[in-house]
């Protein structure tokens, strides 16, 4: 018979609840900033479901009354410096934190609003109409609402996709040496989600001071937190991180307020981080005006039980029990508050010209300007300005040296870490190795030791608190995915979350990221090691791209990459490069290689070959054992937006062919893309289609054989090159 001891979690779990007595010490001022706040928020959720009953709000309104109590309770603990992002159903959240921000000394019921105060509610109503006066001008709408100055650092759509933020946010507070904290707000259906929980267990590793804040309001759109998961009690998800975790009633803005200062204290004193859980209900359906009961997954009754524990309810009852307020005064408040949010939202409305009697539209001088649409989803370049540009040709014999290839990827990072202190890098096994699997970062963390960072095998997280870092601005993340087929694993953070941020949220926060991305090619890792992702990374607006098929051309490139405002991944070839050798820089490791500068490797007037990475190379070879006059260009920069569109036209307007070269996979071609714009800019020059020199549909195996079927070659390319 086996022996058993009960093991005990490392962190405390305990559910925590209000008495009168803990009502009774709340401060008077503290009471009525309550107060205020959760009748603002009522008001101004109510005023947008009249806008989305009168289909005046495009898209989703996801409402948050009913839930109010945890979100005003939660933040108003809060300093300016801390930050807060959240998810789609986060109008409360924004509010509150915004309104502690042009408050911090409180609101008091009983006055007019400020107008600073009035601001925030028109501009949030404005955002969430998608009116050129919003947070984000109009372009986040209802879920996507940020303000940084205040510290929201933005509500998201995608179910758990700000969480991994959250940790860059608190990553960035620690490192900086503040007693700042951030705190990320989800529902219960994101508790199940991989990156939150990856995101978990990174903090609590690095003892990050951010808070994962559940709001549990039972269902995921309709399905009960009881049918989607095996333990509902939610903030049982932070035992197993070792995070010390709270339960509290969500309708009780005092337990809920008492609770966040319990978990502040563990926070600022270096405890890492911790999770609350507040039960709690939203009064209506996922979105719009009408109840979950008309919906047919949730009873009246059900709705009716929470109701009747409502939060302003449940506060108000307090204030009359304490003698602070009497009922004509809290009537008094209500009435006051939804006038003003009626008068806001008037603002934004007119009676509609064209409509029935009563009919209301949006007012046509508040939309944005359509010319608006692109601006803002990248950088500009004045970050570059009055640096030095060298080409390979620009330096003399003496001031290079043969090196190889993946010696000088870690070089450069580390003269960048020294130049700037800002600088950090992450990824799996970065920190030991000798410089990871690879190589390629030998010696920084010898020299940089708090600077370093090996993750957990857990590329959403890591990735994610990379993106949260960048928008964050305190620090330059440098991320290191170990092999390029890893994008899929944190195939939110990079396109639905970094690369959208600047543009989403209005277009005016920089970015600035570096993603370090090994192409596992001819190294006999198989199918889920070996893809060439430029073709993915180009459909995804944001990013910028680089190829580099040189040692020299990686310093200027990726010195060039750290200078922009922007996310920028840069591939790197494993087999075909790293092992390589070639000239590099004695001295000179400051240069750069803007976008939109290309390089022709080699001329020739019969044909364009364009193509990156180590295809470069294979495509000159071609060209001679073809004996082919080919004219060879580096693309060095592969994005939409930093191509060196003058080059390729002078080209093709030479040549009048074009063969595109890659190595990669025929699904995810960087090539399919590309050919279909040179067609658009240059047919009338074209004296055939564009060709194309790509690998097979499938993924290379582990066969030596297979895999090189599954390749393009520099045969490949010589019969393209002949038949074209």
């Known amino acids: 018979m086996p022996q058993t001891s009960p093991l005990k979690p490392l962190a405390p779990w305990v559910a925590l609840s209000s008495t009168d007595a803990d009502w009774d010490a709340i401060e008077p001022a503290v009471l009525d900033t309550m107060l205020a706040q959760l009748h603002l928020i009522r008001a101004f959720e109510e005023e947008v479901l009249v806008l989305a009953g009168q289909k005046l709000v495009n898209g989703p309104a996801h409402s948050s009354i009913g839930q109010e109590g945890g979100a005003v309770g939660s933040i108003l603990p809060l300093v300016a410096d801390d930050q807060v992002n959240g998810s789609h159903r986060g109008h409360h959240q924004f509010l509150a934190k ?6 911090p000394d409180g609101i008091d019921p009983r006055k007019p609003l400020s107008d600073k105060v009035t601001e925030v509610l028109y501009k949030s109503m404005a955002e969430i109409a998608g009116l050129a006066d919003g947070y984000c001008r109009g372009r986040g709408g209802s879920m996507h609402l940020q303000w940084m100055e205040a510290g929201a650092m933005g509500t998201n759509a995608i179910v758990g996709g700000a969480v991994p933020f959250a940790a860059g946010f608190a990553f960035a507070d620690k490192h900086a040496d503040t007693t700042n904290v951030s705190v990320t707000y989800f529902g219960d259906g994101a508790t199940n989600i991989g990156s939150v929980l990856e995101t978990m267990n990174l903090a609590a590793a690095w003892k990050l001071p951010v808070c994962f804040f559940i709001e549990n309001n039972q269902y995921a759109v309709s399905t009960t937190v009881e049918e989607a998961t095996g333990d509902s009690r939610l903030s049982a998800r932070g035992l197993g991180f070792g995070i010390p975790s709270w339960k509290v009633d969500g309708m009780d803005t005092v337990a809920v ?7 502040l204290e563990t926070m600022r004193h270096g ?15 996922q979105n719009g005006p009408f109840p979950g009961s008309a919906f047919g997954y949730r009873a009246k009754e059900e709705e009716q039980s929470w109701r009747d524990r409502d939060p302003i309810a449940k506060l108000e009852g307090h204030l009359l029990r304490r003698g602070l307020y009497t009922e004509v005064e809290l009537a008094g408040v209500r009435k006051s508050i939804k006038g003003a949010l009626g008068e806001i939202g008037g603002r934004l409305v007119e009676q509609d010209p064209n409509g029935k009697p009563g009919q209301q539209r949006i007012r046509p001088e508040l939309w944005p300007d359509p010319a608006f ?40 990072m580390g003269v960048r870490m020294a130049e700037n202190g800002r600088i950090v890098v992450m990824g799996e096994d970065v920190h030991r190795l000798n410089g990871g699997s690879r190589g390629a970062t030998k010696g920084l963390r010898e020299k940089y030791e708090d600077r370093v960072f090996g993750t957990p095998i857990s590329e959403a997280a890591f990735t994610g608190l990379g993106g949260g870092l960048a928008q964050d601005g305190r620090f330059y993340p440098v991320v290191e995915l170990m092999y390029a087929d890893f994008i899929w694993v944190a195939a939110d953070q990079i396109f639905n979350q970094i690369g959208k941020a600047r543009h989403m949220f209005g277009g005016d926060h920089d970015m600035p990221l570096l993603m370090r991305i090994k192409i596992g090619i001819n190294t006999g890792y198989g199918s889920q090691h070996s893809m060439d992702p430029a073709g993915i990374m180009a459909t995804s607006p944001g990013w910028r791209i680089i190829a580099p098929s040189n040692a020299l051309d990686y310093v200027g490139l990726v010195n060039a990459a750290m200078h922009l405002k922007d996310p920028v991944v840069v591939l790197e070839h494993d087999a075909d490069l790293y092992k390589s050798s070639g000239p590099a820089p004695k001295s000179d490791w400051n240069y750069i290689l803007p976008p939109g500068q290309a390089a022709i490797r080699r001329a020739g007037s019969a044909v364009t070959v364009l ?16 004996g082919v006059d080919a004219e060879v260009i580096d693309l060095r920069w592969l994005d939409r937006a930093s191509l060196d569109w003058d080059t390729i036209e002078q080209s093709i307007r030479k040549t009048n062919k074009v063969v595109i070269v890659e190595q990669g996979s025929l699904g995810t071609s960087y090539g399919g893309w590309l050919a279909d714009e040179i067609q658009r800019r ?17 993924s290379p195996s582990i066969s030596r054989v297979l895999e090189a079927a599954a390749l393009a070659n520099v045969d490949d390319i010589a019969d393209a090159l002949t038949s074209i």
Request: a negative charge; zero cysteines; hydrophobic letters at 40%.
């Open 98 to 103: 915004a309104f502690g921000f042009v408050s």
């Open 257 to 263: 307020y008492l609770a966040m200062q319990q978990a």
């Open 271 to 285: 405890g890492g981080p911790t999770v609350i859980e507040v039960d709690t209900y939203r009064y209506f359906h």
């Open 373 to 412: 649409v692109d601006v803002g989803i990248r950088g500009d370049l004045s970050s570059l300005d009055g640096l030095t540009v060298r080409e390979n040709s620009d330096f003399d014999e003496s001031e290079l040296e043969n090196r190889k290839y993946v010696d000088v990827v870690a070089d450069v």
């Open 611 to 626: 193509s990156y990475l180590a295809m470069v190379g294979k495509s000159i070879e071609a060209a001679d054992k073809a």
């Open 682 to 698: 240059y047919f009338d020059w074209l004296d055939a289609p564009v060709g194309r020199v790509v690998g097979t549909e499938s």
